[in-house]
């Protein structure tokens, strides 16, 4: 269960990316479905962790703090290499983007795809019309929603024979984003994400820390789309699907994140933010 909450963190914070020096601390409460499980082997509480993005020219860190855990995801656009940091072990895994690879088929035994299922990711993301006034921020709503065929999902950390158990399963995101265009940084973060979405970062990102899904660069090009800086994301997380796991993990119900700024500053940042600190072990 935990990989599964793993990845889907990672997919929320893998296209933040800014131009400027800029910080964005941002606040996220995970509710129901597979968190219920993580929480219930804790306090109970809901899971919260909190994500720092910082930005210096073309790189991008983001820090996800849940508990007593921290992973830190660096992205350079100017090099097109990412590096997962993990202070608990030391390590850094650098990891730059791959050709595109052929199509693995099946595992053998695996039931086929259903008809209309996409491959690796599907994204749509929609404005509304919509707008409301946050924190003194006016927001415009856009509505996303994104499909993940879990069927297609590798990685070193995951055995053959779990990769078979989710053949079949899909992961169905939906939900809105209100969008603050007038408030610093909103400019320079939607000329990175335009930058970024001629690569394929988010995908690598992924592979560092373990887990493979083809079609990340869609949710990053869908999000450079979005006109201005994610102020309130709002979804929920469902399962479809046929087999053991997809029916196992319909029975816990959807999961709710919800994603809020709490602070967003342009003080300058150091370049060794960016950098893998002295003592680290650094895996290729």
Same mark, same amino acid.
């Given at each position: 269960?935990?990989?599964w909450l793993?990845?889907t963190?990672?997919?929320?914070v893998c296209?933040?990316?800014l131009?400027?020096?800029v910080?964005?601390?941002?606040?996220?409460?995970?509710?129901?479905?597979m +968190?219920s499980m =993580?929480?219930s !082997?804790?306090? @109970?509480a809901p899971i919260?962790p909190k994500?720092t993005t910082?930005?210096? /020219?073309m790189?991008?860190?983001?820090?996800?703090e849940?508990?007593?855990a921290?992973?830190?995801t660096?992205i350079?656009?100017t090099t097109k290499?990412?590096?997962?940091?993990?202070?608990?072990?030391?390590?850094?895994?650098m990891v730059?983007?791959?050709?595109?690879?052929a199509t693995t088929?099946p +595992?053998?035994? =695996?039931?086929p !795809?259903a008809? @209309?299922?996409?491959?690796g990711?599907d994204v749509?993301?929609?404005?509304? /019309?919509?707008?409301?006034v946050?924190?003194?921020l006016?927001?415009?709503?856009y509505t996303f929603?994104?499909?993940?065929?879990m069927g297609?999902?590798s990685g070193r950390?995951l055995p053959?024979?779990?990769?078979?158990?989710?053949q079949?399963?899909?992961m169905l995101m939906?939900?809105?984003m209100?969008?603050?265009?007038?408030?610093p940084?909103?400019a320079?973060?939607?000329?990175f994400?335009?930058a970024?979405?001629t690569?394929a970062?988010?995908?690598?990102a992924?592979?560092?820390?373990?887990?493979s899904?083809?079609g990340?660069?869609?949710l990053?090009k869908?999000m450079?789309s979005?006109?201005g800086?994610?102020?309130?994301?709002e979804?929920?997380?469902?399962i479809e699907?046929?087999?053991q796991?997809?029916e196992?993990?319909?029975?816990m119900g959807p999961?709710?994140?919800t994603?809020?700024?709490?602070?967003i500053k342009?003080?300058?940042?150091?370049d060794?933010l960016?950098?893998?600190?002295?003592?680290y072990?650094?895996i290729?």
């Amino acid at each position: 269960m935990k990989r599964w909450l793993t990845t889907t963190l990672a997919v929320l914070v893998c296209s933040a990316a800014l131009r400027a020096d800029v910080t964005i601390v941002q606040t996220t409460t995970v509710e129901g479905g597979m +968190a219920s499980m =993580a929480a219930s !082997a804790g306090s @109970g509480a809901p899971i919260t962790p909190k994500i720092t993005t910082q930005i210096k /020219g073309m790189k991008s860190r983001s820090d996800i703090e849940t508990g007593p855990a921290t992973v830190a995801t660096i992205i350079d656009l100017t090099t097109k290499q990412v590096i997962v940091l993990r202070p608990d072990q030391k390590t850094a895994t650098m990891v730059s983007p791959a050709p595109p690879a052929a199509t693995t088929p099946p +595992a053998a035994g =695996a039931p086929p !795809a259903a008809p @209309g299922t996409p491959a690796g990711v599907d994204v749509t993301v929609t404005p509304t /019309g919509k707008s409301q006034v946050l924190d003194g921020l006016k927001c415009d709503e856009y509505t996303f929603t994104t499909r993940m065929n879990m069927g297609e999902m590798s990685g070193r950390q995951l055995p053959p024979e779990a990769m078979q158990m989710m053949q079949g399963v899909m992961m169905l995101m939906e939900g809105s984003m209100w969008v603050a265009k007038e408030t610093p940084g909103a400019a320079e973060y939607l000329a990175f994400q335009k930058a970024s979405a001629t690569g394929a970062l988010g995908e690598a990102a992924l592979t560092a820390a373990g887990v493979s899904l083809p079609g990340m660069e869609k949710l990053t090009k869908a999000m450079a789309s979005v006109q201005g800086l994610p102020y309130l994301t709002e979804m929920t997380i469902k399962i479809e699907g046929t087999g053991q796991i997809a029916e196992m993990m319909k029975q816990m119900g959807p999961m709710k994140v919800t994603t809020r700024v709490n602070s967003i500053k342009t003080d300058a940042l150091s370049d060794d933010l960016f950098k893998v600190p002295e003592g680290y072990s650094v895996i290729k």
